[in-house]
């Protein structure tokens, strides 16, 4: 019995090194290759996989099990206000038939969340449409019902009568690290579908302008006008992060596009839906970054992040819990606070009515305060 292990083994050693060998020599020979005369020209052909299995290393699967969840929108703007002097012939004659009125397209993606048909999309893809059509992966199509929108994150709430809908799989946006591979997944300049691939390149992006709370999630892969709205998705086909913005001086990719984290787009989700708005908490401060000269000026000693309070409204409720203008704000429910619109989102993400804890730098003592946040009020409209 001894012998014939002995001898199986070193069969098995044999023919693992002339595999080895063959391979490193002669791939050819173990890659299943036909060869095919075409006009005299003989070409080698790989065989055709047959089982339909990915290639290693292939975001296929993914790519499947995300992309029939992502959509097209189309919408249709209001027709534009005629030009005052439209129907002055000395007008047209000068500057002819005006198209101000003619209705204005515009093109965007979105995500399919749930079976009731609730799709997860930009609010300024849908802003000022008086149609917006969605177009799904197989081809169907229906006029969408806008159920809310927020324009402070710039997310929107669609909603679709169809039957058997794809529905994404929501991933986890808050264990995302850089370095992990992403696909996005949209409809740039309305080719069709595309799914591209690259990085998460950094987390927490804000200060860029874009919207009123910001935490974005930067990715290199390319995302394109007509991206917006759609999908980013991880290794696993599970949504991270909706498409949002580009920076560009061209138009197009240069590499750095944004995401906002599915926790936000979840989080705006729910409170449209059950509550018709977004419910964010507010505390009535007026922020500031620290700087040297403010740092001195409060005889707060050298700090690397927090952010310093200038102002507190009178009987709001971070007055009531004790907060001074000159505090530095270093955490907020625990959180450590860096900068300004990373204060902002934190303590936007608080619950109204329910106490949460404040660490504040007063001259060279660290206090905690107890606060409770108030809802945080409509912003006023502009005249």
Same mark, same amino acid.
């Given at each position: 019995?001894?012998?014939?292990?002995?001898?199986?083994?070193?069969?098995?050693?044999?023919?693992?090194?002339?595999?080895?060998?063959?391979?490193?020599?002669?791939?050819?020979?173990?890659?299943?290759?036909?060869?095919?005369?075409?006009?005299?020209?003989?070409?080698?052909?790989?065989?055709?996989?047959?089982?339909?299995?990915?290639?290693?290393?292939?975001?296929?699967?993914?790519?499947?099990?995300?992309?029939?969840?992502?959509?097209?929108?189309?919408?249709?703007?209001?027709?534009?206000?005629?030009?005052?002097?439209?129907?002055?012939?000395?007008?047209?004659?000068?500057?002819?038939?005006?198209? =101000?009125? $003619?209705?204005?397209? *515009?093109?965007?993606? &979105?995500?399919? @969340?749930?079976?009731? !048909?609730?799709?997860?999309?930009? #609010?300024?893809?849908?802003?000022?449409?008086?149609?917006?059509?969605?177009?799904?992966?197989?081809?169907?199509?229906?006029?969408?019902?806008?159920?809310?929108?927020?324009?402070?994150?710039?997310?929107?709430?669609?909603?679709?009568?169809?039957?058997?809908?794809?529905?994404?799989?929501?991933?986890?946006?808050?264990?995302?690290?850089?370095?992990?591979?992403?696909?996005?997944?949209?409809?740039?300049?309305?080719?069709?579908?595309?799914?591209?691939?690259?990085?998460?390149?950094?987390?927490?992006?804000?200060?860029?302008?874009?919207?009123?709370?910001?935490?974005?999630?930067?990715? =290199?892969? $390319?995302?394109?006008? *007509?991206?917006?709205? &759609?999908?980013? @998705?991880?290794?696993? !086909?599970?949504?991270?992060?909706? #498409?949002?913005?580009?920076?560009?001086?061209?138009?197009?990719?240069?590499?750095?596009?944004?995401?906002?984290?599915?926790?936000?787009?979840?989080?705006?989700?729910?409170?449209?839906?059950?509550?018709?708005?977004?419910?964010?908490?507010?505390?009535?401060?007026?922020?500031?970054?620290?700087?040297?000269?403010?740092?001195?000026?409060?005889?707060?000693?050298?700090?690397?992040?927090?952010?310093?309070?200038?102002?507190?409204?009178?009987?709001?409720?971070?007055?009531?819990?004790?907060?001074?203008?000159?505090?530095?704000?270093?955490?907020?429910?625990?959180?450590?606070?860096?900068?300004?619109?990373?204060?902002?989102?934190?303590?936007?993400?608080?619950?109204?009515?329910?106490?949460?804890?404040?660490?504040?730098?007063?001259?060279?003592?660290?206090?905690?305060?107890?606060?409770?946040?108030?809802?945080?009020?409509?912003?006023?409209?502009?005249?």
């Amino acid at each position: 019995m001894k012998r014939q292990w002995l001898l199986f083994s070193q069969v098995v050693t044999v023919l693992v090194a002339i595999w080895f060998v063959v391979m490193t020599l002669k791939p050819e020979w173990i890659h299943q290759r036909a060869s095919v005369a075409t006009n005299g020209v003989t070409l080698i052909e790989a065989a055709p996989n047959a089982s339909g299995v990915a290639m290693p290393g292939s975001y296929s699967p993914a790519a499947k099990l995300a992309s029939p969840a992502v959509v097209s929108i189309a919408t249709t703007q209001a027709n534009a206000p005629a030009h005052p002097f439209q129907n002055d012939p000395w007008f047209r004659f000068f500057y002819g038939d005006r198209e =101000d009125q $003619a209705p204005q397209q *515009g093109l965007g993606s &979105g995500v399919i @969340v749930s079976p009731e !048909g609730y799709i997860l999309t930009n #609010n300024h893809v849908i802003e000022g449409a008086a149609e917006i059509q969605v177009t799904l992966s197989d081809s169907r199509r229906a006029i969408a019902q806008v159920i809310g929108a927020d324009p402070d994150t710039d997310l929107a709430i669609l909603r679709i009568d169809l039957e058997r809908l794809p529905v994404i799989t929501l991933g986890n946006s808050d264990t995302a690290q850089v370095g992990d591979r992403v696909l996005a997944i949209g409809n740039p300049f309305g080719v069709g579908q595309t799914v591209t691939s690259g990085i998460v390149s950094a987390l927490g992006r804000n200060q860029l302008g874009i919207n009123t709370f910001e935490n974005f999630i930067q990715t =290199d892969a $390319a995302i394109n006008p *007509g991206n917006s709205g &759609g999908a980013l @998705v991880d290794v696993n !086909g599970n949504l991270i992060g909706i #498409n949002t913005a580009i920076f560009s001086r061209s138009g197009g990719s240069m590499g750095i596009g944004f995401a906002i984290p599915v926790s936000t787009a979840r989080q705006v989700l729910e409170g449209i839906v059950r509550d018709g708005q977004v419910v964010r908490g507010w505390v009535g401060i007026e922020p500031m970054e620290l700087t040297a000269e403010l740092a001195e000026t409060f005889g707060l000693s050298k700090q690397s992040e927090g952010v310093i309070v200038t102002g507190v409204l009178q009987n709001g409720p971070a007055a009531n819990a004790g907060l001074r203008p000159g505090d530095l704000l270093l955490k907020v429910a625990g959180q450590p606070v860096k900068n300004v619109g990373e204060l902002l989102t934190q303590i936007a993400s608080l619950t109204p009515g329910k106490a949460a804890k404040l660490e504040v730098m007063r001259r060279s003592q660290t206090l905690t305060l107890d606060v409770t946040p108030a809802q945080r009020p409509k912003p006023k409209l502009q005249k």
